[in-house]
């Protein structure tokens, strides 16, 4: 018999990534709220590589961040090594990346949470939800008790029905032999979710000691200080490198011997693999044509020897994985520590959430990570964020916290996860977002702060600081407009200096900083700002002016997009009654239910032709409702 345990606002299933982000918004936007995990010892665990960011992900950290989220902040307390990466192209690619101490990362997250007011931090096995009526009120656990709330957040990762796959050999698990959740998938199903099959994998790991790194290239962190969140001020310079070597001949040799013991190539593996993190089974085969390949060695952290053997995902048997490792250079007498694996999981169907990520077969139940059909530990903290902040703001009776795709890489995962589905474990690019000049790794916090105060995770103290920033930039930008710059003997030398043609007019300062090799440094030398700007600010002010143009263009095209993301589709429209209408396009409409006609135009099957169609019909206001 079940137990009653208790009643909170909120409750989020899970400790990973998605429920830490998820847990600590309810939390500090005052709901009470209860966290559920597997184990507290694996909290925040970082089951396969132990770094943060890079291309996309590494803006969505600092826009997690801006909206008050706990990611960024814990990886500049933890990590190991911290790069800002394509710092030769332009701003919109850049962004940083950093290698996490893994079990200081996990500690320090535990920490966060063991002492957030309004935050219970418990050790349980959810198997099913408590729904009422197409209402979830709550969760029950293993032991029997009954967990009631007012909202329900789920943020299981790769643990349900968890099966580890190595060579000829299968069992359930977890990631790395912890317990997999199975009741919960069946609970799922039996309320009518739609659920796939998804797999990911993680390489060997070996023991750093015995690796020679004579062979090898060094990867070192940047010298210069880096930090994701906008609050750290206290900067860790303490780095670790990591290292660089390649395939051999000889590795591509093992491999093409033995794909005949490659679950994925034999049949075992039914789940789909993310296309942008393959096997290395899976690279040789595709790339034939390729000598070799990189493989990066990762320390796992500063107390342990463990090196994670980037670019070496498999799920091969442990014999072959052996051979595998002693083909490498650096590599001979590497000593194996652990094998990689591949791990198929249960995921729902993301067009079964709405936009803030509830549920839309069921009031009150959200769902946040790789549940959601994601992978990565950033597309994971970013859903859970979003979808504890709307737990809250459902509770509250007020209307869902949605990012648009011109606001945030964090509007374009969720967007692209409930408009369009993933047929795979899907993965940000930069190339996803159409707006990418405006989603710039350099201006989160000038695009997100003033959202995340709103919504009460954002200090009064950091809000005040921002505010100070912006103005700092919008006079400087202003002063710059105003100021000529004359051509005298001063100036030119200035620029002559810096390898900058002169000039025999006055130009405007402004005007000067446009060109391609002026850096605001240089005009700062010719007409320099009478109160200290800060290199944040003097980065903002040099990137605003150089592409003003191009970002220009970029806010015409979001003021154009926003006219479809205002006409509202009623919720109950019935689109198998509107004539003219494809019947794939209906279905798909049918399916995904848009809340808007620019949501609609991105459903994948839906035409333009149907758009136009659908604009009609709402506009006539005829509208045929579905009978419920």
Same mark, same amino acid.
């Given at each position: 018999?079940? +137990?009653?345990?208790?009643?909170?606002?909120?409750?989020?299933?899970?400790?990973?990534?998605?429920?830490?982000?998820?847990?600590?918004? &309810?939390?500090?936007?005052?709901?009470?709220?209860?966290?559920?995990?597997?184990?507290?010892?694996?909290?925040?665990?970082?089951?396969?590589?132990?770094?943060?960011?890079?291309?996309?992900?590494?803006?969505?950290?600092?826009?997690?961040?801006?909206?008050?989220?706990?990611?960024?902040?814990?990886?500049?307390?933890?990590?190991?090594?911290?790069?800002?990466?394509?710092? *030769?192209?332009?701003? &919109?690619?850049? &962004? !940083? =990346?950093?290698?996490?101490?893994?079990?200081?990362?996990?500690?320090?997250?535990?920490?966060?949470?063991?002492?957030?007011?309004?935050?219970?931090?418990?050790?349980?096995?959810?198997?099913?939800?408590?729904?009422?009526?197409?209402?979830?009120?709550?969760?029950?656990?293993?032991?029997?008790?009954?967990? /009631?709330?007012?909202?329900?957040?789920?943020?299981?990762?790769?643990?349900?029905?968890?099966?580890?796959?190595?060579?000829?050999?299968? +069992?359930?698990?977890?990631?790395?032999?912890?317990?997999?959740?199975?009741?919960?998938?069946?609970?799922?199903?039996?309320?009518?979710?739609?659920?796939?099959?998804?797999?990911?994998?993680? %390489?060997?790991?070996?023991?750093?000691?015995?690796?020679?790194?004579?062979?090898?290239?060094?990867?070192?962190?940047?010298?210069?200080?880096?930090?994701?969140?906008?609050?750290?001020?206290?900067?860790?310079?303490?780095?670790?490198?990591?290292? !660089?070597?390649?395939?051999? %001949? @000889?590795?591509?040799?093992?491999?093409?011997?033995?794909?005949?013991?490659?679950?994925?190539?034999?049949?075992?593996?039914?789940?789909?693999?993310?296309?942008?993190?393959?096997?290395?089974?899976?690279?040789?085969?595709?790339?034939?044509?390729?000598?070799?390949?990189?493989?990066?060695?990762?320390?796992?952290?500063?107390?342990?020897?463990?090196?994670?053997?980037?670019?070496?995902?498999?799920?091969?048997?442990?014999?072959?994985?052996?051979?595998?490792?002693?083909?490498?250079?650096?590599?001979?007498?590497?000593?194996?520590?652990?094998?990689?694996?591949?791990?198929? +999981?249960?995921?729902? $169907? %993301?067009?079964? !959430?709405?936009?803030?990520?509830?549920?839309?077969?069921?009031?009150?139940?959200?769902?946040?990570?790789?549940?959601?059909?994601?992978?990565?530990?950033?597309?994971?903290?970013?859903?859970?964020?979003?979808?504890?902040?709307?737990?809250? *703001?459902?509770?509250?009776?007020?209307?869902?916290?949605?990012?648009?795709?011109?606001? &945030? +890489?964090?509007?374009?995962?969720?967007?692209?996860?409930?408009?369009?589905?993933?047929?795979?474990?899907?993965?940000?690019?930069?190339? =996803?977002?159409?707006?990418?000049?405006?989603? *710039?790794?350099?201006?989160?916090?000038?695009?997100?702060?003033?959202?995340?105060?709103?919504?009460?995770?954002?200090?009064?103290?950091?809000?005040?600081?921002?505010?100070?920033?912006? @103005?700092?930039?919008?006079?400087?930008?202003?002063?710059?407009?105003?100021?000529?710059?004359?051509?005298?003997?001063?100036?030119?030398?200035?620029?002559?200096?810096?390898?900058?043609?002169?000039?025999?007019?006055?130009?405007?300062?402004?005007?000067?900083?446009?060109?391609? @090799?002026?850096? /605001?440094?240089?005009?700062?030398?010719?007409?320099?700002?009478?109160?200290?700007?800060?290199?944040?600010?003097?980065?903002?002010?040099?990137?605003?002016?150089?592409?003003?143009?191009?970002?220009?263009?970029?806010?015409?095209?979001?003021?154009?997009?926003?006219?479809?993301?205002?006409?509202?589709?009623?919720?109950?429209?019935?689109?198998?009654?509107?004539?003219?209408?494809?019947?794939?396009?209906?279905?798909?409409?049918?399916?995904?239910?848009?809340?808007? $006609?620019?949501?609609?135009? =991105?459903?994948?099957?839906?035409?333009?032709?149907?758009?136009?169609?659908?604009?009609?019909?709402?506009?006539?206001?005829?509208?045929?409702?579905?009978?419920?």
């Amino acid at each position: 018999m079940g +137990y009653n345990a208790g009643h909170y606002d909120v409750i989020v299933v899970g400790a990973g990534h998605a429920g830490c982000e998820a847990a600590l918004a &309810a939390a500090r936007m005052g709901a009470k709220t209860l966290c559920l995990t597997l184990n507290l010892d694996t909290i925040a665990y970082m089951p396969c590589n132990p770094s943060v960011g890079g291309p996309a992900k590494g803006v969505v950290v600092r826009e997690i961040d801006a909206l008050g989220g706990e990611i960024a902040k814990n990886v500049d307390k933890t990590h190991i090594q911290m790069r800002l990466l394509n710092t *030769r192209k332009g701003p &919109a690619v850049r &962004a !940083l =990346r950093a290698q996490a101490d893994k079990v200081m990362y996990q500690m320090e997250m535990k920490k966060t949470l063991e002492n957030t007011e309004n935050l219970t931090l418990r050790q349980a096995m959810v198997e099913r939800l408590i729904v009422e009526e197409g209402i979830c009120k709550g969760v029950v656990t293993k032991t029997e008790a009954e967990y /009631y709330a007012d909202a329900v957040v789920i943020t299981t990762g790769t643990y349900l029905r968890g099966k580890i796959i190595i060579g000829e050999l299968e +069992y359930e698990s977890g990631p790395n032999n912890m317990q997999p959740s199975v009741n919960l998938s069946y609970a799922l199903q039996d309320l009518g979710f739609e659920i796939v099959r998804f797999k990911t994998g993680t %390489p060997p790991r070996v023991n750093r000691n015995t690796i020679d790194y004579s062979v090898t290239e060094i990867q070192p962190g940047d010298e210069e200080p880096r930090a994701f969140s906008y609050e750290t001020t206290e900067f860790n310079t303490n780095q670790l490198p990591c290292w !660089l070597t390649y395939t051999s %001949p @000889e590795t591509h040799e093992i491999i093409q011997e033995n794909l005949h013991r490659s679950p994925m190539y034999s049949g075992a593996i039914e789940g789909t693999g993310a296309r942008y993190c393959p096997s290395i089974e899976d690279k040789i085969v595709r790339f034939n044509d390729k000598p070799r390949h990189q493989i990066f060695l990762e320390p796992e952290g500063r107390e342990t020897e463990e090196v994670y053997v980037q670019g070496l995902s498999t799920s091969l048997p442990e014999d072959v994985q052996r051979k595998l490792i002693w083909s490498v250079p650096g590599l001979e007498k590497a000593e194996f520590m652990r094998a990689g694996y591949a791990i198929e +999981y249960d995921a729902i $169907v %993301p067009t079964q !959430l709405w936009p803030s990520l509830e549920t839309k077969k069921v009031e009150r139940l959200f769902t946040a990570g790789q549940l959601n059909g994601t992978s990565g530990y950033e597309e994971a903290a970013a859903q859970g964020i979003i979808a504890g902040i709307n737990a809250v *703001r459902k509770i509250q009776g007020k209307e869902p916290f949605v990012l648009a795709r011109s606001d &945030a +890489y964090i509007g374009v995962l969720i967007d692209d996860l409930v408009t369009k589905g993933t047929n795979e474990p899907y993965r940000l690019l930069t190339s =996803r977002a159409e707006y990418r000049l405006l989603l *710039r790794h350099d201006n989160c916090d000038l695009r997100l702060t003033e959202k995340g105060y709103k919504l009460g995770l954002i200090s009064e103290e950091r809000y005040e600081r921002f505010q100070k920033k912006k @103005e700092k930039i919008e006079t400087e930008i202003k002063r710059l407009h105003s100021v000529v710059v004359k051509p005298n003997k001063e100036t030119n030398d200035i620029l002559e200096a810096n390898g900058v043609k002169t000039i025999t007019d006055g130009v405007k300062a402004s005007d000067l900083l446009k060109r391609p @090799e002026v850096t /605001y440094e240089i005009l700062a030398k010719i007409v320099p700002s009478e109160q200290s700007l800060g290199e944040e600010v003097e980065e903002q002010v040099e990137i605003q002016i150089k592409y003003k143009g191009y970002i220009d263009k970029q806010l015409q095209q979001v003021e154009k997009m926003k006219k479809m993301e205002n006409k509202k589709i009623p919720d109950d429209i019935d689109y198998f009654a509107i004539p003219g209408i494809a019947t794939e396009a209906k279905q798909k409409l049918d399916e995904v239910r848009p809340l808007s $006609v620019g949501q609609a135009s =991105r459903i994948s099957g839906v035409n333009p032709s149907d758009i136009s169609i659908l604009l009609v019909y709402i506009e006539q206001g005829k509208i045929a409702k579905v009978v419920k």
